[in-house]
């Protein structure tokens, strides 16, 4: 006889269902697996041999073969314990086979019949809904992400033992209950009226948080850059069910899925410190994961003192910047994660930090060159707003709140949203800096001054043609936020002061 259960193969954040087949039949004991297994994979056999004879367990001697179909997908992962545990069960008659049918099984077993948490375990359940399959069977502590997927029921179990009998129908395991994650956290912890002065730059935060525009601050260590940058997901709306999904795939691959921030749809923020490598920033390894640029997905990449981050992990960000994924390359196979995400940086203006203030900068113009010749062209042009975050004066620090605060700033950012939304509504894209060039030809229409301005502006500070289109996307976002159908010459000033800057 052969027993037939289902599992699933995961790559990248989507999941495909697999079948496990085992059969036993007379001959010398051996355990075998097929199917294109992993190296994680493979260990299943002793993991699933000691784990049955730990739960008291005992199957006549023989060789038994499991088998994962298809054979064309690559099996990573100790999740597929448990589903060749219940395939064997089924085989040899301990389990009845139609009491697994219509099951996903997922989970790694402990060497005392114990089952581990997994990765992975939304993308799996998601796959089990959307095939039909009524019913997921994974560890306790995967039971939880059952929650946020509606039309099967997810049970938690403990152990192999718990399971058997739960298929036996001996024992009754209930289904996690269904939960919903409708809205963010009403109040924002921390507010940018917490930030004294620096109006410039909370306006240069306003439009690129209303466009998500990549953005730079320069400024001196305390200024209140990294401030800054904490409070932008708090001016974001909350994202929207589809993008809520997409997250929480993401975070369930990396094992980070949990607490009330990502469940409740508040906009990630991923601040890694500057001796990250090029694969965390990226993802990938031996068992491909999510790097920082996905886990910022939809949300905000904070990269404090960019020029003094590894120049391989900042070129890493070049292509996502441009086309909103990462794409890691390995012999079985590509490997493709979401990294959709609103870079912010900052940097320090020379390498002490307090130039152009000559009581206390001694660096020299070649000193200030070398600092910021980490940062190669490239990327300085695929950020969109470069602005100053000056020294902040007495007057401001002692002085109350000047009203440019959060709420006053989520207002915008909120109408902003609105327009982009109508304005590329059945299209892919949501906002204004994802444009095309053929989209930006249509929807960033200058006045006459608006468009003699750009082109004085493009001729004096030799701009290239990525730049070109950067300032008309800002322009964009700033008529937006004013409300102007037309770009106006005030509109591209602003713009071009955020790119020039950077030049």
């Known amino acids: ?30 355990f075998e697996l097929t199917g294109n297994l992993g190296g994680t994979a493979k260990e299943s ?19 038994i073969t499991v088998n994962l179909a298809p054979a064309n997908i690559r099996k990573e992962g100790p999740h597929f314990d448990l589903a060749i545990a219940a395939a064997v069960l089924c085989a ?10 219509g099951i996903l099984f997922a989970g790694e ?18 796959a089990a809904a959307e095939s039909g399959l009524k019913r997921c069977v994974v560890p306790e502590g995967n039971a939880e992400e059952g929650a946020l997927i509606d039309g099967v029921e ?4 403990a152990s192999l033992e718990d399971c058997v009998a739960y298929l036996r129908g001996e024992k009754k395991l209930t289904p996690a209950p269904k939960c919903s994650f409708a809205a963010a956290p009403q109040s924002a912890v921390k507010d940018f009226g917490d930030i004294r002065g620096q109006r410039s730059l909370k306006r240069a935060v306003t439009v690129a948080a209303a466009g998500m525009h990549n953005l730079l601050m320069v400024g001196p260590p305390g200024s209140g850059k990294t401030m800054t940058a904490e409070r932008i997901p708090d001016i974001l709306p909350p994202l929207c069910r589809e993008q809520k999904m997409e997250v929480w795939r993401i975070y369930s691959v990396a094992g980070l899925l949990g607490g009330d921030s990502i469940l409740m749809g508040r906009r990630p923020f991923r601040s890694p410190r500057h001796t990250v490598t090029a694969q965390t920033m990226a993802g990938g390894g031996r068992n491909p994961m999510p790097g920082e640029m996905s886990l910022a997905q939809h949300g905000v990449l904070f990269l404090d003192e960019l020029n003094l981050f590894d120049p391989r992990a900042v070129e890493t960000l070049r292509e996502p910047l441009e086309s909103g994924t990462v794409r890691i390359n390995r012999v079985g196979g590509t490997v493709e994660y979401p990294a959709d995400f609103m870079l912010a940086a900052a940097v320090n203006p020379c390498r002490c930090g307090y130039y152009p203030d000559r009581r206390k900068c001694r660096c020299t113009q070649t000193d200030i060159k070398r600092h ?11 950020i969109d707003i ?10 401001e620090v002692g002085g109350g709140k000047d009203g440019y605060d959060s709420a006053y700033m989520k207002k915008i950012v909120g109408k902003a949203f609105e327009i982009q939304q109508k304005r590329f509504k059945g299209q ?5 800096s994802a444009m095309t060039a053929a989209m930006t030809a249509e929807y960033c229409v200058m006045e006459p001054q608006a468009q003699r301005l750009m082109k004085k502006a493009y001729e004096t500070y030799g701009l290239s043609a990525r730049s070109y289109y950067k300032i008309l996307k800002v322009a964009r976002t700033v008529a937006d936020i004013e409300g102007n159908e037309y770009i106006s010459a005030e509109n591209i000033s602003e713009a071009i002061s955020y790119k020039t800057m950077g030049e």
């Open 428 to 432: 892919k894209l949501m906002f204004n």
């Open 154 to 157: 997810v049970i938690g179990a």
């Open 109 to 126: 077993l402990r060497l005392d019949g114990g089952i581990n948490e997994v990765n992975a375990a939304l993308p799996m359940i998601i």
């Open 1 to 30: 006889m052969v027993g037939k259960v289902i599992s699933a193969a995961v790559s990248g954040v989507t999941a495909r269902l697999v079948e496990v087949e085992a059969d036993i039949a007379a001959g010398i004991p051996s």
């Open 372 to 382: 910021f010749g980490r940062i190669s062209r490239p990327i300085m042009d695929r």
């Open 386 to 395: 470069c602005v100053q975050a000056p020294t902040v004066s007495f007057d």
């Open 45 to 63: 056999r002793e993991r699933v041999r000691t784990a049955l004879r730990n739960s008291k367990i005992r199957l006549n001697p023989g060789k």
């Open 92 to 101: 040899c008659g301990l389990v009845p086979q139609s009491a697994a049918e």
